[in-house]
């Protein structure tokens, strides 16, 4: 079962236009991670919150976190071109290691 | 600094045939070690996670095992591939400082 959903399942935006995903997940975390995918690679880590923190940046990324309705968002700020790529959440459940379950993942593709 | 190997990179194999998949990690040690399966155009599903030496925990009930004979080293195996066995797998590690998992570059498997 997965743990986190990301919507919208695919989102298409032209450069320089902000792009918004959002993530929900079903238990509770000790923090949540935001991953990119490009075509046939491995994952890359972008941000990491942890549950007491509300709100996250590195550069222009934004990540929000709502404990209390179980949901993020990632914000990518004036898209380029090189940000096609799956982007996906992941929580860890603690459980004397650390699964961590990733959600099916938001394609985002942005027209030059 | 660590790095992550993941080979083979590509394998097409016939149903009923064996399978063994290799990742081994550098530069740290006692890592938190994952496998996950990736369908195309798909998130990600945890198959098995390993917190040492032999200690293997498994996600889903299927056909494929995991083993970690070493500290830095996980195998995932099959006896006899199934067609239902593509896709594509994905070692990771995880940073115990930070939660952060690093990924390999992934194994594509098609069974035919």
């Known amino acids: 079962s997965q743990q986190g959903e990301e919507d919208p399942q695919a989102l298409s935006i032209q450069e320089g236009e902000n792009a918004t995903m959002n993530c929900s997940y079903k238990?509770?975390?000790?923090?949540l991670q935001w991953y990119r995918q490009n075509s046939g690679r491995g994952l890359v880590h972008l941000i990491l919150?942890?549950?007491?923190?509300r709100e996250k940046h590195s550069g222009r990324l934004r990540v929000t976190l709502d404990t209390s309705k179980k949901s993020s968002s990632l914000l990518i700020t004036a898209s380029r071109a090189a940000d096609t790529a799956s982007y996906f959440c992941?929580?860890?459940?603690?459980?004397?290691?650390?699964?961590?379950?990733f959600g099916a993942g938001t394609r985002l593709f942005v027209k030059a | 600094s660590q790095t992550i190997h993941q080979w083979p990179a590509t394998l097409v194999q016939p149903v009923g045939s064996p399978l063994s998949l290799e990742c081994t990690v550098e530069?740290?040690?006692?890592?938190?070690l994952y496998w996950y399966r990736q369908a195309a155009g798909r998130g990600l599903q945890l198959l098995f996670y390993?917190?040492?030496?032999?200690?293997i925990s498994s996600e889903v009930p299927q056909n494929l095992s995991a083993s970690r004979p070493q500290d830095r080293q996980f195998i995932l195996s099959s006896k006899k591939l199934l067609l239902s066995d593509s896709g594509f797998y994905l070692c990771?590690?995880?940073?115990?400082?930070?939660?952060?998992?690093?990924f390999g570059e992934g194994s594509r498997l098609t069974v035919l």
């Open positions: 919150i942890r549950s007491n923190e």
């Open positions: 992941a929580t860890d459940l603690n459980t004397g290691g650390f699964k961590t379950i």
């Open positions: 238990t509770s975390i000790n923090n």
């Open positions: 530069g740290t040690s006692n890592p938190n």
């Open positions: 390993s917190v040492g030496i032999g200690q």
């Open positions: 990771a590690w995880r940073q115990a400082s930070s939660g952060e998992l690093f």
